[in-house]
């Protein structure tokens, strides 16, 4: 890991934990609730984290331009034709931040020529907080701020632990793209966290199918990719990022293969 990368991911890693003191707060304490043009609910916890996150990513780097799912849609979107950009979910999971079941989280990628190089994953009201880069540096961090390294697992001979998403499941479709994979347990989990868990050997694969946002996958990608693991579309082709409406296709998270 460069010197450079190395600044910018400690630099995501406190952006990502002070937002997540805001989002606490207002958890606590309740707030306003709107909802936006495309149906999906707003929290104040997603204004107030997305703008402490916003302040400090451009006070690291002001150069580099910050793709935020809320600025986005207000229909502030800054130019990224250049090679480096962030992608920011203030608060990916909103739903369950609504549900109460504390399974929501701060989401910070780090794209570099349309690859998620750095990212960080912080689960406020859970306590987990992740954060990696490539190559191969991967970390769940303590509340105290210790770090043990982290790496996918290899596949368990009894079968794999399959993530499901909690609030859009397809159990049909999950089922019929598993076949005939030996799968010993499925767990079922909010936001993008589902990722983290996959990179920490925790569980070995995630199916996505259904719509995403790149700012959904961005922190989780780098990672997963850090320890070891790999995200793909079904076709078996990378993401890309920087696409014109950040929207991704379906997609499968793997551990070790």
Known sequence: MTAERERLLEAALEAALA?????????????EVTIKPDGTPVTEADRRAEAIIERALLAAAPEVPIIAEEAVARGRIPAISGRRFWLVDPLDGTREFLARN????????????????LGVL????????????????????????????IHVRRAPADGLTVMVSRSHRDQARIMAYLGSTRVAATRAM??????????????DLYP???????????????????AGGSLARLDGKPLAY????????????RGSK
């Not at 937002?19 to 707030?31: E, K, N, Q």
């Not at 504390?102 to 998620?116: A, H, K, N």
């Not at 909010?190 to 569980?203: D, M, P, Q, Y």
């Not at 996958?217 to 997963?224: M, R």
């Open 208 to 226: 996505r199918l259904g719509p995403t946002s790149e700012w959904d996958t961005a922190g989780g990608e780098a990672i997963l990719a850090a």
């Open 242 to 253: 920087g696409k014109p409406r950040f929207l991704n296709p379906e997609f499968v998270a």
């Open 122 to 149: 912080h689960g406020p009201a859970l306590g987990l907080t992740f954060a990696g880069a490539l190559p191969d540096h991967a970390w769940r961090i303590a509340a105290n701020g210790s770090r043990t390294r």
């Open 102 to 117: 504390d399974e929501f989280c701060v989401s910070i990628g780090l794209i570099e020529d349309g690859r998620p190089v």
């Open 190 to 203: 909010g936001s993008a966290l589902k990722l983290a868990l996959v990179a920490a050997g925790e569980a």
């Open 19 to 31: 937002a997540g003191r805001a989002i606490l707060a207002v958890y606590h304490s309740g707030g």
